[in-house]
Structures are given as structure tokens and as C-alpha cells.
């Protein structure tokens, strides 16, 4: 018998409510029904835990001189390997992904803007006034600026 058969409909329905809620509540239903999701959790548990695992055992490190030294296009690295970046190089790259950003929310909220109505419209003029004003804000702290 199935864990969703359903008795017999020729008697009371408050017994039909019992039977059925204490047939789908019963051990053998859930174990049944519950089966499948946990083999699947065991599966990609295991998985998960054997390629995390699997770099650490064929891993083969054998550090030398060479291996750690600095490369340079074959040279020997002269003076400082690391150099310094200014912050400008972080504040475009951030613009950049901030406008980016709102490339990727412009196109579908364009391609359903008939069904969404007023207040999706409102809520889009928002959010371009919102970061209107941000970088306005940028532009006048000078963060385009290249120096």
C-alpha cells in the first residue's frame, strides 16, 4: 500500500482525516518518502569532502630556491618585486562595476516595464536617481580624475 492511498471514501471524513494524517505521519511513509534526499545529501556530502581531499594527497610540494625566487621574464627581479598601486585604480574598478551593475538591471526591467506598471517604473527612477546622485558625488570629489 501506497503512503498517499486514500481510504475508503464510504466512511466519515473526520476518520478519512485521521487514517490519512496518521498513514503520511507513520515511520514506514517518511522513511519512504525521505529515502531518496538523503542518499542524495550522502552522495554529494562524500563527493564534496573526496575532491576537497584529493589535491592534499596527490600533492607533490618539493619547495626550492628556484620555486620560491621571483620571476621576471627570466631575470633577476631588481628592487622592489611589489609595486604600489594608487587608489584611483580601485575607484574606477569600482564605478566601473557599480555601473555595470546597473547595465544588468536596466535590460530586463526594460523588457517587462509594460507589465510591471507605475510602481515598477517608480522604483527604476529611483534607483537611477540614486546612483545619479552617487556619482555626481564621485565627479565632484574628483575620483575621475586621473592624476
Known sequence: MNCLDLPNANTDNVNNVARVIGKIGSSECVSTQFLPILIFLAVAIGLSIMIILIPFIINKMRPDFEKNS????????????????????????????????????????????????????????????????GFIYEWKRGALEWK
Open 70 to 133: 621571483p620571476y621576471e621574464c627570466g631575470f633577476e627581479g631588481q628592487g622592489r618585486v611589489r609595486n604600489n598601486f594608487s587608489v584611483q585604480f580601485y575607484l574606477v574598478a569600482i564605478l566601473f562595476i557599480i555601473f555595470d551593475l546597473e547595465i544588468a538591471f536596466l535590460f530586463p526591467w526594460a523588457v517587462v516595464l509594460k507589465d510591471i506598471g507605475i510602481y515598477g517604473y517608480s522604483s527604476m527612477m529611483i534607483f537611477l536617481a540614486v546612483l545619479t546622485i
